[in-house]
T-cell receptor, first 114, second 114 residues
Framework: GDSVTQMEGPVTLSEEAFLTINCTYTATGYPSLFWYVQYPGEGLQLLLK?????DKGSNKGFEATYRKETTSFHLEKGSVQVSDSAVYFCVLRDSGAGSYQLTFGKGTKLSVIP | DTEVTQTPKHLVMGMTNKKSLKCEQH?????MYWYKQKAKKPPELMFVYSYEKLSINESVPSRFSPECPNSSLLNLHLHALQPEDSALYLC?????????????FGNGTRLTVT
């Protein structure tokens, strides 16, 4: 079956530091990949997505590139802010109609200190 | 602001109570989902509705009863819950069933069973 492995953290960074959260996956089909962010007390928000190999998703300064050769989708940001403190989930959704299931990584808690 | 609205935000209920969680979206999405999220864990799929028909029930106990009155509304009826059912209940929707259609989540209902 499909699986997602991401660094669990917690990760603590100083403001303006560079962020990388590693994510690797296994899938039987041709999945789409997503990063979701969950701020304290809230639901999950879609941060970015990539639907095929070599696609780069980007949003709010965050980027991730779908690497089929290394089955990876690492999340990066050049300069984090205190407001980026949240839990980040790497998520896989297999292709094709009827592909309801999302496969979640365990989540990485990021704390950014001033 | 989330485009998926859930009510109530918080709910405390006894084990003999009957209550309902409500979810609404006006994005024209045809798939709607219920997830359960325990603290420090990723969400777990409970139910999926596609075109207002129940498509997936992930072996959820019968004390949870979903309902989809129309394409914009999703309810979760609760009865005779147990303390271990305390969690964040998330509703989500997606445009269709295809793998590259991301899910949009609401902010959830924080349920406490006493």
């Amino acid at each position: 079956g499909d699986s997602v492995t991401q660094m669990e953290g917690p990760v603590t960074l100083s403001e303006e530091a560079f962020l990388t959260i590693n994510c690797t996956y296994t899938a039987t089909g041709y999945p789409s990949l997503f990063w979701y962010v969950q701020y304290p007390g809230e639901g999950l928000q879609l941060l970015l997505k990539a639907t095929k190999a070599d696609d780069k998703g980007s949003n709010k300064g965050f980027e991730a590139t779908y690497r089929k050769e290394t089955t990876s989708f690492h999340l990066e940001k050049g300069s984090v802010q205190v407001s980026d403190s949240a839990v980040y989930f790497c998520v896989l959704r297999d292709s094709g109609a009827g592909s309801y299931q999302l496969t979640f990584g365990k989540g990485t808690k990021l704390s950014v200190i001033p | 602001d989330t485009e998926v609205t859930q009510t109530p935000k918080h709910l405390v209920m006894g084990m003999t109570n009957k209550k309902s969680l409500k979810c609404e979206q006006h994005m024209g999405h045809r798939a709607m989902y219920w997830y359960k999220q325990k603290a420090k864990k990723p969400p777990e799929l409970m139910f999926v509705y596609s075109y207002e028909k129940l498509s997936i029930n992930e072996s959820v106990p019968s004390r949870f009863s979903p309902e989809c009155p129309n394409s914009s509304l999703l309810n979760l009826h609760l009865h005779a819950l147990q303390p271990e059912d305390s969690a964040l209940y998330l509703c989500a929707s997606s445009q269709d069933r295809t793998g590259n259609s991301p899910l949009h989540f609401g902010n959830g209902t924080r349920l406490t069973v006493t």
